[in-house]
């Protein structure tokens, strides 16, 4: 949020630089992000009548005006329409330089001489208008320099991040204002206190809050004779300078107090809100599908959830967010009605988020502001209006059930010591809290203290505490040695296992995504994932159960926007989506992600931890990509040092995301860990990929109970070794690991590994090629030894599968 420099000047009296004011607050209270000097470069400008125009003999569209700035008169060529004879105007003189660039020279404008420029309000760096020359105030003076009359001065704009633990009572001017004179050991002279309501009962307007937990507090103003018009130019240079655009003195005036005492307001054109000839407010909640037209001219469909501002009939705003366009001011408003209110800070950022509404009012609201505010922003903005707009103020309806009060904390003064480590004498701690607005009441080394309405913050006496720690200066506290043993924290095993795993898998040539733990409605459609029991889809001990029909995801509440509506239960859908994105600037990648699934499990929330691996080859590659990253699994495996003897890939019926005939279950012993396999292309259809892709999905935290296991070490092969090659043909349903299995069933001791190099698919067959390594671990193996069990394996292999041995 931005801040004026000039503007906290004026509530605190401070005498501090920019820098200084910037120094002590990010030491004491809040975090500065930048500070940019604001200079109105514009010296050169003086205040000029106008006493003549004529046509321009040789250009439709220019005139030709004279000029008064005091000491003489300029003859000044001139586009503008909105001028006229008597008028005060900011004029630029030969040699001034203007904030937008450009420097005013003497010049011949279609064979007329022009000794200057008339000024509009975006040329002064005033605005952005430039519909027509900036008209002055007809009591300014001639030939005195704009930037003095105008008032202008330069300024310092601080970007202050505000947290939601200060937002509460630093999300103003006077918030922050306040700061600064208790920082410098002042009491603050803002007369805060002195805003009260007035006496004065509208006979005009009635309020009624039907939802009172939503609305606690509904403050309404009746102001008659408005003037509408543009706002004096300080008031503008505020705005701007907070980063609000000027419309009008009323809008401008609502903005002006939001931003000095963070209350947000509105106000009501009274002749278009009036009801049968009477002017009520009635807050109340939506009905379903109810519509409203905002200011922004965006159509809302609104639910019972939402709260709306109504004359009983029409719905006027959306409370706590924005006004309807109906309701709006214009030129021709004699008659406000001013809003100022208290809604409830959850239902307003529930409205806001489902909405797509973000407002400055909205903002504020939804961090929870004092109901008590709001008195003090209707006293302000009619002291504010009345000098503005000539308002006058026909009553006020004050509409408060359960006033809010002071919030009375116990302290113990011993104990502030001990949690500071810091020895503040008590008469200090005492002060700190009264310039903070605190009233304590002293009992021995006990104190009670009255926190102020404003700072909802201030709960228990550990925020009193704190509060005395940073304004007494947490610099000020001296360092000292600990008196007591340093245990270090306990390693949380699985973190650093899973930075681990992210790590080998980077050493691989992957690189790390970070996704949001939640996916679209269409997602879990798109991966199968709406028809699936989640047992499924994680790594389980059990054998898969049935599928069920439309499993229920967890659902957000409020969610971010309808591509964040559920839970997710896979990693998977948000890796597509990476690749997806990441296939319109590379051909082939690899990626991965660690990361949470979570599942309903009788009514409870289960959470799996997983590592999930994608990679998409090149196109004349396609071929090898399953078979690519199962060689990364096992070596990744390999590296967390389970046994590869322990490790297989068994082929299973696969849940939909799945290829059927390209997928299968990573086991270690009879274990199953995860999953890999290539991705259904009716899936990668969806996601418009029009590569094969391929997923390994393992179970971190089961990787993580298996590696842990006592590993036991071989001694090196002291002898030769033995390879030989077979290649055999398979129909049907062969596996893999059966092939495997029977080899080393058969080999016994004497196979040391059995490897596949190759297999091929055509016509319902399969072909097979594998490298069998033979030795002994006493001696060195014949050729014969190694011919014999080669002759049982092909034999084996040739009655229990089925198989064509190749010779």
Same mark, same amino acid.
């Given at each position: 949020?931005?801040?004026?420099?000039?503007?906290?000047?004026?509530?605190?009296?401070?005498?501090?630089?920019?820098?200084?004011?910037?120094?002590?607050?990010?030491?004491?209270?809040?975090?500065?992000?930048?500070?940019?000097?604001?200079?109105?470069n514009?010296?050169?400008?003086?205040?000029?009548?106008?006493?003549?125009?004529?046509?321009?003999?040789?250009?439709?569209?220019l005139?030709?005006?004279?000029?008064?700035?005091?000491?003489?008169?300029?003859?000044?060529v001139?586009?503008?329409?909105?001028i006229?004879?008597?008028?005060?105007?900011?004029?630029?003189?030969?040699g001034?330089?203007?904030?937008?660039?450009?420097?005013?020279?003497?010049?011949?404008i279609?064979?007329?001489?022009?000794?200057?420029?008339?000024?509009?309000?975006?040329?002064?760096?005033?605005g952005t208008?430039?519909?027509g020359?900036?008209?002055?105030?007809?009591?300014?003076? #001639?030939?005195?320099?704009? !930037?003095?009359?105008?008032? *202008?001065e330069?300024?310092?704009?601080? &970007?202050?991040k %505000? @947290?939601? +633990?200060?937002?509460?009572?630093?999300?103003?001017?006077?918030?922050?204002?306040?700061?600064?004179?208790?920082?410098?050991?002042?009491?603050?002279?803002?007369?805060?206190?002195?805003l009260?309501l007035?006496?004065?009962?509208?006979?005009?307007?009635?309020?009624?809050?039907?939802?009172?937990?939503?609305?606690?507090?509904?403050?309404?103003?009746?102001?008659e004779?408005?003037?509408?018009?543009?706002?004096?130019?300080?008031?503008?240079?505020?705005?701007?300078?907070?980063?609000?655009?000027?419309?009008?003195?009323?809008?401008?005036?609502?903005?002006y107090?939001?931003?000095?005492l963070g209350q947000?307001?509105?106000?009501?054109n009274?002749?278009k #809100?009036?009801n049968?000839? !009477?002017?009520?407010?009635? *807050?109340?909640?939506?009905?379903d599908? &109810?519509?409203? %037209? @905002?200011? +922004?001219?965006?159509?809302?469909?609104?639910?019972?959830?939402?709260?709306?501002?109504?004359?009983?009939?029409?719905?006027?705003a959306?409370?706590?967010?924005?006004?309807?366009?109906?309701?709006?001011?214009?030129?021709?408003?004699?008659?406000?009605?001013?809003?100022?209110?208290?809604?409830?800070?959850?239902?307003?950022?529930?409205?806001?988020?489902?909405?797509?509404?973000?407002?400055e009012?909205?903002?504020?609201?939804?961090?929870?502001?004092?109901?008590?505010?709001?008195?003090?922003?209707?006293?302000?903005?009619?002291?504010?209006?009345?000098?503005?707009?000539?308002?006058?103020?026909?009553?006020?309806?004050?509409v408060?059930?359960?006033?809010?009060?002071?919030?009375?904390?116990?302290?113990?003064l011993?104990?502030?010591?001990?949690?500071?480590?810091?020895?503040?004498?008590?008469?200090?701690?005492?002060?700190?809290?009264?310039?903070?607005?605190?009233k304590?009441?002293?009992?021995?080394?006990?104190l009670i203290?009255?926190?102020?309405?404003?700072?909802?913050?201030?709960?228990?006496?550990?925020?009193?505490?704190?509060?005395?720690?940073?304004?007494?200066?947490?610099?000020?506290?001296?360092?000292?040695?600990?008196?007591?043993?340093?245990?270090?924290?306990?390693?949380?095993?699985?973190?650093?296992?899973?930075?681990?795993?992210?790590?080998?898998?980077?050493?691989?040539?992957?690189?790390?995504?970070?996704?949001?733990?939640?996916?679209?409605?269409?997602?879990?459609?798109?991966?199968?994932?709406?028809?699936?029991?989640?047992?499924?889809?994680?790594?389980s001990?059990?054998?898969?159960?049935?599928?069920?029909?439309?499993?229920?995801?967890?659902?957000?509440?409020s969610?971010?926007?309808?591509?964040?509506?559920?839970?997710?239960?896979?990693?998977?859908?948000?890796?597509?989506?990476?690749?997806?994105?990441?296939?319109?600037?590379?051909?082939?990648?690899?990626?991965?992600?660690?990361?949470?699934?979570?599942?309903?499990?009788?009514?409870?929330?289960?959470?799996?931890?997983m590592?999930?691996?994608?990679?998409?080859?090149?196109?004349?590659?396609?071929?090898?990509?399953?078979?690519?990253?199962?060689?990364?699994?096992?070596?990744?495996?390999?590296?967390?040092?389970?046994?590869?003897?322990?490790?297989?890939?068994?082929?299973?019926?696969?849940?939909?995301?799945?290829?059927p005939?390209?997928?299968?279950?990573?086991?270690?012993?009879?274990?199953?860990?995860?999953?890999?396999?290539?991705?259904?292309?009716l899936v990668?259809?969806?996601?418009?990929?029009?590569?094969?892709?391929?997923?390994?999905?393992l179970?971190?935290?089961?990787?993580?109970?298996i590696?842990?296991k006592?590993?036991?070490?071989?001694a090196?092969?002291?002898?030769?070794?033995?390879?030989?090659?077979?290649?055999?043909?398979?129909?049907?349903?062969?596996?893999?690991?059966?092939?495997?299995?029977?080899?080393?069933?058969?080999?016994?001791?004497l196979?040391?590994?059995?490897?596949?190099?190759?297999?091929?698919?055509?016509?319902?067959?399969t072909?097979?090629?594998?490298?069998?390594?033979?030795?002994a671990s006493?001696?060195?193996?014949e050729?014969?030894?190694?011919?014999?069990?080669?002759?049982?394996?092909?034999?084996?292999?040739?009655?229990?599968?089925?198989?064509?041995?190749?010779?």
């Amino acid at each position: 949020m931005k801040y004026s420099y000039n503007w906290l000047k004026e509530l605190s009296d401070t005498k501090l630089s920019p820098e200084k004011v910037r120094e002590l607050l990010t030491m004491h209270s809040l975090e500065i992000e930048g500070m940019e000097e604001k200079k109105w470069n514009f010296d050169g400008v003086v205040v000029g009548k106008i006493l003549e125009i004529r046509k321009h003999p040789n250009a439709d569209k220019l005139q030709l005006t004279k000029i008064d700035i005091g000491n003489k008169k300029l003859d000044i060529v001139c586009g503008a329409k909105n001028i006229e004879v008597g008028q005060k105007v900011p004029v630029a003189l030969v040699g001034a330089k203007l904030p937008n660039g450009i420097e005013i020279k003497e010049a011949e404008i279609r064979g007329e001489k022009s000794f200057g420029m008339l000024c509009a309000l975006d040329e002064l760096g005033l605005g952005t208008d430039h519909s027509g020359i900036f008209i002055l105030d007809s009591k300014a003076k #001639i030939g005195e320099p704009a !930037k003095k009359y105008l008032g *202008v001065e330069d300024d310092a704009i601080f &970007e202050i991040k %505000v @947290l939601p +633990d200060r937002a509460h009572d630093v999300i103003s001017h006077v918030g922050v204002a306040r700061e600064i004179s208790v920082l410098e050991n002042r009491n603050f002279e803002y007369d805060f206190d002195g805003l009260k309501l007035p006496s004065k009962k509208s006979k005009k307007l009635t309020v009624k809050i039907e939802d009172k937990k939503l609305c606690s507090r509904y403050i309404g103003a009746v102001m008659e004779n408005v003037e509408i018009k543009d706002s004096p130019s300080w008031m503008k240079q505020r705005l701007e300078s907070s980063g609000i655009r000027p419309i009008n003195n009323v809008v401008d005036a609502t903005n002006y107090v939001m931003l000095e005492l963070g209350q947000p307001l509105h106000a009501f054109n009274a002749e278009k #809100i009036s009801n049968k000839n !009477k002017l009520q407010i009635i *807050v109340r909640r939506a009905k379903d599908k &109810e519509k409203l %037209v @905002l200011l +922004d001219e965006s159509i809302l469909e609104l639910n019972n959830s939402d709260l709306l501002i109504t004359n009983g009939e029409t719905p006027l705003a959306l409370a706590g967010i924005m006004g309807g366009k109906d309701s709006g001011i214009n030129e021709n408003t004699k008659t406000i009605i001013l809003e100022a209110a208290n809604f409830d800070a959850v239902n307003v950022r529930r409205s806001r988020t489902r909405l797509g509404v973000k407002t400055e009012s909205s903002d504020r609201f939804e961090k929870e502001i004092d109901p008590n505010l709001a008195e003090k922003a209707i006293v302000r903005i009619v002291e504010v209006l009345e000098h503005t707009a000539s308002a006058k103020l026909e009553g006020v309806i004050d509409v408060y059930p359960n006033k809010t009060k002071p919030c009375k904390i116990k302290l113990d003064l011993e104990y502030v010591n001990n949690l500071l480590g810091e020895n503040i004498p008590k008469k200090d701690v005492i002060k700190i809290l009264n310039l903070l607005g605190i009233k304590t009441n002293l009992s021995g080394n006990k104190l009670i203290a009255e926190a102020p309405t404003y700072r909802v913050d201030l709960k228990t006496q550990e925020d009193l505490i704190e509060e005395i720690g940073r304004i007494w200066g947490y610099e000020k506290i001296e360092p000292r040695p600990l008196v007591e043993s340093v245990i270090p924290a306990k390693i949380n095993e699985v973190l650093s296992f899973e930075r681990r795993l992210g790590e080998i898998a980077v050493g691989f040539g992957f690189d790390e995504m970070y996704n949001y733990s939640f996916y679209s409605e269409m997602d879990a459609k798109n991966c199968g994932l709406d028809g699936i029991h989640p047992m499924d889809y994680v790594a389980s001990q059990q054998p898969p159960k049935a599928v069920v029909h439309g499993i229920k995801h967890f659902e957000l509440s409020s969610p971010m926007n309808p591509d964040q509506k559920h839970v997710r239960v896979s990693l998977i859908p948000n890796i597509l989506k990476n690749i997806k994105t990441n296939l319109k600037n590379f051909e082939s990648f690899n990626i991965f992600e660690i990361g949470k699934t979570y599942y309903p499990n009788n009514n409870a929330i289960e959470e799996k931890r997983m590592l999930v691996m994608a990679q998409v080859l090149e196109k004349d590659k396609n071929a090898e990509t399953f078979y690519n990253l199962k060689g990364t699994a096992e070596n990744l495996l390999e590296k967390l040092g389970v046994a590869g003897d322990l490790v297989s890939i068994m082929e299973t019926k696969s849940p939909r995301t799945w290829h059927p005939s390209r997928s299968a279950e990573i086991l270690i012993g009879e274990e199953k860990i995860g999953m890999i396999g290539e991705i259904n292309p009716l899936v990668l259809g969806k996601y418009k990929i029009g590569k094969r892709v391929a997923i390994c999905e393992l179970d971190t935290e089961k990787l993580l109970k298996i590696s842990q296991k006592e590993i036991v070490y071989k001694a090196l092969q002291k002898f030769p070794t033995i390879t030989r090659d077979i290649s055999m043909l398979a129909k049907g349903e062969t596996k893999a690991i059966e092939i495997q299995k029977l080899i080393k069933k058969i080999g016994g001791n004497l196979v040391l590994s059995v490897e596949m190099f190759d297999v091929f698919f055509k016509d319902g067959v399969t072909s097979f090629a594998y490298h069998i390594e033979f030795g002994a671990s006493e001696r060195t193996l014949e050729n014969k030894e190694a011919d014999e069990v080669m002759g049982k394996i092909v034999s084996s292999l040739e009655k229990e599968l089925k198989l064509e041995i190749r010779k």
